[in-house]
């Protein structure tokens, strides 16, 4: 079966996107979307150019929406990255940007027939996540984003430098917004096959500053580049590998929870048909308020994005 995989937006993030996944063979077919027609082919001949040193061929398309309609997995990379150059390092900064760019994208994908997966990671991206749902009208376990996948990630590695350890040796979750509201959930998190409120404990790990070195890492990248790529996309093109491979893999995406009645990040069984399974933690009184504030947050946001 061939896998094929759409990138919209070939900006920073969506180029680094599709040469990770041509680099390793993760696709068969890619099909290639962005606004700016000379980067986007520019981007296509390079990768073509790549080829003959690489062990894996990709077939790549250019700018054709129709060719998304038997895609297994798109990825949403669109954006404005200079919007987010403001003082307040505040990601909704690119929401009056994107929000108007992708109830166009969604409308065009909705009118390819496109009936996969979509990953998200435009920004900010759990109301962006609502609104591709809303207007593709695909199932809700069907959109997803990127959210505190990346978070995640980085409270991973916050802790395993304190402790001198690999990432992967750090298991546990941001949850809430991909965004200021975010926090790390320290309740699920273990390392040394341990809970992490117990090490920290024993060797005076602050918490807190953890907590906070987890939520400003994106925004230590961003100010020294201008934009952040890496980080993220291996979380999205991960998140797209964990579909077209049907993984069953736990991870913490934005996925909408009935409950809270929004997209938000919390952890999720994913595969072939997208959210397979929602997790229930075992939150704290004060990490089950923490993701109801992160929650009203965003149904705020998307409400005004949608007016």
Request: hydrophobic share 40%.
């Amino acid at each position: 079966m061939t896998r094929k995989i759409g990138v919209i937006g070939m900006g920073h993030v969506g180029s680094t996107a599709a040469h990770y996944i041509v680099a390793n063979g993760f696709a068969d077919d890619l099909v290639l979307i962005d606004i700016n027609e000379d980067k986007v082919n520019a981007d296509a001949i390079d990768f073509e150019d790549a080829m003959a040193n690489l062990p894996v061929h990709t077939n790549i398309t250019v700018n054709d929406y129709s060719a998304l309609k038997d895609a297994d997995v798109i990825i949403s990379a669109l954006g404005n990255i200079k919007l987010q150059d403001n003082p307040n390092d505040d990601r909704f900064a690119e929401l009056p940007f994107t929000s108007k760019a992708v109830k166009s994208v969604a409308q065009k994908i909705k009118d390819s027939g496109f009936n996969g997966i979509i990953v998200a990671i435009t920004n900010p991206v759990d109301v962006i996540t609502s609104i591709y749902q809303q207007i593709t009208g695909l199932p809700k376990k069907h959109v997803i984003g990127t959210g505190t996948l990346l978070d995640s990630s980085r409270m991973k590695r916050a802790v395993a430098k304190e402790l001198n350890l690999d990432p992967r040796s750090v298991t546990g979750f941001n949850l809430g917004e991909h965004g200021n509201s975010q926090f790390t959930a320290w309740s699920t998190v273990r390392v040394l096959s341990r809970p992490i409120t117990e090490v920290a404990k024993e060797r005076g790990l602050d918490l807190n500053a953890l907590d906070k070195a987890a939520r400003e890492g994106g925004f230590n990248v961003f100010h020294g580049k201008k934009y952040t790529n890496y980080g993220v996309d291996t979380a999205a093109v991960r998140l797209a590998n964990t579909v077209m491979s049907d993984a069953h893999t736990e991870l913490a995406v934005s996925n909408y929870r009935e409950e809270l009645g929004t997209y938000l990040s919390y952890p999720a069984v994913v595969g072939r048909d997208g959210i397979i399974e929602q997790v229930q933690l075992e939150l704290t009184d004060e990490e089950k308020k923490k993701l109801q504030i992160s929650a009203n947050y965003i149904k705020t946001k998307f409400k005004e994005s949608m007016a």
